[in-house]
């Protein structure tokens, strides 16, 4: 190869080679690759972790046993009806994307079409600052402030009335305002990657300020939108501290928003608090649940990922 | 202006005011109906950013309002106690969280900054494995909170790492759930190095390690730095995972690494938190308060850092 190669490096030319092996550069090459390959191997860490006890879990209760309802870990005899807590977990989510869907696109569009550059500088840091608040903070606020005002405010016996000690649709709101800021930060930024020509061509037609929003930047801008609401879901889905606070725990099976109800990480954070004993079947019960919780959100991460790269693709 | 060119006819000024009309008509005024739906329509964004701003704030007061009897050198200085409620603090909860924050960032910068230089500096994009790597971090990004608790609890802290239920076990699955916020803002630092410096290095006899070190690291320190700062104070805030892997005892005496019961800040409020006495709901607010301060301190560093030294080349 070197005596064929052409160029100042030619035959009778200096050669460009190093004039040593610069073992060096590999060794910290392979070093800064270990890095890469540790977040894979977390990957892998959590997949392992989550699949023995599963599976010895399901060595004992059969699958139709465990896709039902009825949620009763503790029991003699227990009963493990999943359905009860992924429909708790539903049910925050629910009310928590009703409340920061809305709230997440309207700031978005108010922030990429109509706020001043002065403006936007001051909102989008306070937004982070929401973004940054930690959530047993936000759990605590649901149980303390939010809870009291509900069940103020609840139309009498309406759904059977607002005078349990936790509700869900208090956790539900505190989750929407968790979510609200990634909505809004997302959604702002895959409105602002749409081209400014886009803007002005709806304008010479003659298209009001409304319209340019709604009908050309809120469509040109729907994946990322779409990946902002799909990736607020899974943050929903998997939130922990607030439902633990406000929500209960109690396993229930609906959609009622003045239900005290249990979610899938509400029953993980309760149950496997240090004193559980391994193997135990409630230990397996634990690992179970995170199971079906990991499912889902990496089903929803993987949406939502594919939908940024997309609008990333188009604009960018 | 065009009035000069116009000859001074009456059929020519017919003709200029009839042309100025038509323009006015359409470029001028728009219709009531338009006028009134888009401010309506401006109202309601308004609205909805208000309502974000104003939940946060609730936030804020509440905290501060409820807490406000509690704030005191006690918060600091006292270890939890169900005995002498009034004097109720937080004093072994800060010192683990300080001492987890410590092992957290010993471990965060060289893992993390290593895996950006690598994804941005050495990996080829069109190889798969590379793009399972990439495509991993970002969906680690996004794994509950929770499911980082289940990982530290059945491979660190019993299973093959087997470290029981110690401070050290509450560090590492901290770290490695705050790892992909250091690695994402780190590949974004090191890319935003323009190819030009690096072309520069090399072109000077610079090996592509002494290019990283001395030209693309210390231009992307800043960047970096925020990332790091940014995952620091999500590590703070952090409580479901520490409760699973052992951070829930009613800690009253200050913790070591290795050995013995350990608390957060985090775990220690929600601690008090579901207790149902009034004293406790208010040492609670009192520790957000507490919380809430040094974590907007931290963020807010990290942001004037990114406003401050974000360089344009």
């Known amino acids: ?64 046993e465990f896709f039902t309802t009825g949620w009763f870990p503790t029991f003699n005899p227990p009963s493990f009806g999943v359905f009860d807590i992924v429909v708790g977990t539903l049910n925050v989510t629910l009310w928590g994307m009703l409340f920061a869907i809305p709230i997440g ?13 002065r403006v936007r500088k001051v909102v989008k840091p306070i937004l982070e600052i929401l973004a940054g608040i930690p959530t047993v903070a936000i759990g605590f606020f649901a149980v303390s402030f939010l809870l009291p005002i509900i069940q103020d405010v609840w139309p009498g016996e309406f759904l059977g ?7 869900a649709i208090a956790a539900g709101l505190g989750i929407g305002l968790m979510i609200v800021p990634i909505i809004a930060s997302i959604s702002e930024d895959a409105m602002s990657a749409v081209p400014q020509g ?44 607030i439902v633990v606070l406000a929500a209960g725990s109690t396993p229930n099976a609906t959609l009622n928003p003045v239900e005290s109800i249990q979610a899938i990480t509400s029953f993980i954070a309760t149950t496997a608090t240090g004193d559980i004993s391994q193997g135990s079947i409630t230990y ?9 919780l990991f499912l889902m959100t990496l089903a929803m991460n993987i949406i939502s990922i594919r939908l940024v790269r997309r609008y990333r693709e188009v604009y960018e | 202006m065009m009035e000069s060119h116009v000859p001074p006819t009456e059929r020519a000024r017919f003709a200029v005011a009839g042309a100025r009309a038509n323009v006015a008509a359409v470029l001028g005024n728009q219709p009531r109906g338009d006028v009134v739906r888009n401010n309506a329509f401006a109202g309601l964004l308004l609205l909805s950013i208000l309502i974000a701003l104003a939940g946060l704030l609730a936030l804020l007061i509440q905290a501060g309002a409820q807490g406000a009897s509690a704030i005191g050198p006690n918060l600091l200085t006292e270890p939890p106690s169900t005995i002498d409620t009034a004097n109720a603090g937080f004093r072994p909860a800060l010192i683990g969280s300080v001492m987890m924050i410590a092992f957290v960032i010993a471990l965060i910068v060289p893992l993390g900054v290593g895996a950006a230089i690598y994804l941005e500096e050495y990996a080829d994009e069109t190889r798969w494995w590379n793009r399972v790597v990439e495509l991993n971090i970002q969906n680690l990004a996004a794994v509950p909170s929770i499911i980082y608790g289940i990982l530290g609890l059945g491979l660190i802290v019993r299973g093959p790492i ?77 409580t479901a995972p520490l409760l699973l892997v052992g951070a829930t005892v009613f800690v009253t005496f200050d913790p070591s690494p290795l050995e013995g019961g350990y608390s957060g800040l985090p775990v220690q409020i929600f601690q008090y938190a579901t207790r149902p006495q009034e004293e406790f709901q208010t040492v609670a607010a009192a520790g957000i308060m507490l919380m809430l301060v040094v974590l907007v301190a931290m963020n807010s560093v990290a942001i004037w850092l990114r406003n401050r030294y974000e360089q344009k080349w």
């Open chain 1, 161 to 167: 009335g607002a005078e349990k000690p936790f509700l």
């Open chain 2, 162 to 238: 087997d470290l029981g239920f110690v401070l050290l076990a509450g560090a590492i699955t901290l770290a490695l759930l705050v790892l992909p916020i250091v690695i994402i803002a780190g590949r974004e630092a090191i890319r935003a190095v323009p190819p030009s410096i690096r072309e520069g290095s090399l072109a000077l006899g610079a090996t592509q390690w002494q290019t990283i070190r001395r030209q693309v690291l210390p231009a992307a320190i800043p960047g970096v730095a925020t990332g790091v700062i940014l995952a620091v104070s999500r590590a703070l805030g952090e």
């Open chain 1, 1 to 64: 190869m070197e005596a064929t190669s052409i160029g100042a490096g030619g035959p009778g030319g200096p050669r460009l080679e190093a004039p040593s092996k610069r073992r060096g550069e590999k060794a910290i090459q392979a070093l800064l690759a270990l890095c890469g390959l540790l977040s894979v191997l977390t990957t892998t860490g959590i997949v392992i972790a989550l699949i023995g006890p599963t599976v010895g879990f399901f060595q004992e209760i059969p699958f139709g």
């Open chain 1, 105 to 117: 696109l309207g700031a978005a569009i108010y922030l990429s079409e109509y706020a001043s550059p």
């Open chain 1, 284 to 292: 397996q019960s634990v690992f179970a649940a995170g199971a079906v």
């Open chain 1, 198 to 241: 886009l803007r002005e061509g709806a304008y010479a037609m003659g298209a009001t300020k409304t319209k340019v929003a709604l009908r050309v930047v809120f469509p040109a801008a729907l994946s990322g939108i779409v990946a902002s609401i799909v990736l607020g879901i899974s943050r929903a889905v998997g939130e922990t501290m």
